[in-house]
């Protein structure tokens, strides 16, 4: 069973450019979310899509979307961007199920602006 | 709000010693709680969780229990392995499971 797979890896971009991340989540998991880390802030709840619907957002601006696609697969994307936004951003899939149930995590992308 | 407090590392430790890292949360009703490690390089992975008071969350020799009465979680493994060197996080998920509220993360090295 593949993972969740994160494309690109890696990015650079300017200040002021726009960039778009994607990810696929595991096959039958309806549930994607992002996170955004940094070795100030940590690891910080961006969003959650589930069936194409935006459930639950985190506190961040609104330089900050996304969106999910009917094959579940996700994309994020964040306009004008600042220096404070080079981060390491990844995604988590979840099956349908309680609270508890385990979110698998890609690798990642590392987001640098200069 | 909902909040979760970690000891601060880096935990530097020699093979085969004890470990404990220290985890307390803030929450309304009764969150479930997991441990996550990222290794170098890597995304996150599930440790062990918990989902009510006094569970015992295990997995490759690591260890964690619910407490509600000190609203604390700590992971505990008997034995360290050097292979066992990487970034721990303690987390919480909100009451509809569509987020994960994280801890600073613990970065444990050990040596041999």
């Known amino acids: 069973k593949a993972g969740v797979t994160q494309t690109p890896r890696y990015l650079i971009k300017t200040r002021g450019q726009q960039v778009t991340l994607s990810c696929s989540p595991i096959s039958g998991h309806r549930s994607v979310s992002w996170y955004q880390q940094t070795p100030g802030q940590g690891l910080q709840f961006l969003f959650e899509?589930?069936?194409?619907?935006?459930?639950n957002k985190g506190n961040f601006p609104g330089r900050f979307s996304g969106r999910q696609f009917s094959n579940s697969r996700s994309e994020m994307n964040v306009s004008t961007l600042e220096l404070g936004d080079s981060a390491l951003y990844l995604c988590?899939?979840?099956?349908?199920?309680?609270?508890?149930?385990?979110?698998?995590f890609g690798q990642g992308t590392r987001l640098t602006v200069v | 709000g909902n909040s979760v407090t970690q000891m601060e590392g880096p935990v530097t430790l020699s093979e085969e010693a004890f470990l404990t890292i220290n985890c307390t949360y803030t929450a309304t009703g009764y969150p479930s709680l997991f441990w996550y490690v990222q290794y170098p390089g890597e995304g996150l992975q599930l440790l062990l969780k918990a989902t009510k008071a006094d569970d015992k969350g295990s997995n490759k020799g690591f260890e964690a229990t619910y407490r509600k009465e000190t609203t604390s979680f700590h992971l505990e493994k008997g034995s360290v392995q050097v292979s066992d060197s990487a970034v721990y996080f303690c987390?919480?998920?909100?009451?509809?499971?569509?987020?994960?509220?994280f801890g600073k993360g613990t970065t444990l090295s050990v040596s041999s």
């Open positions: 987390a919480l998920s909100d009451q509809a499971g569509t987020a994960l509220i």
């Open positions: 899509y589930f069936s194409e619907t935006q459930r």
């Open positions: 988590a899939s979840k099956g349908q199920g309680a609270k508890d149930t385990e979110a698998f």
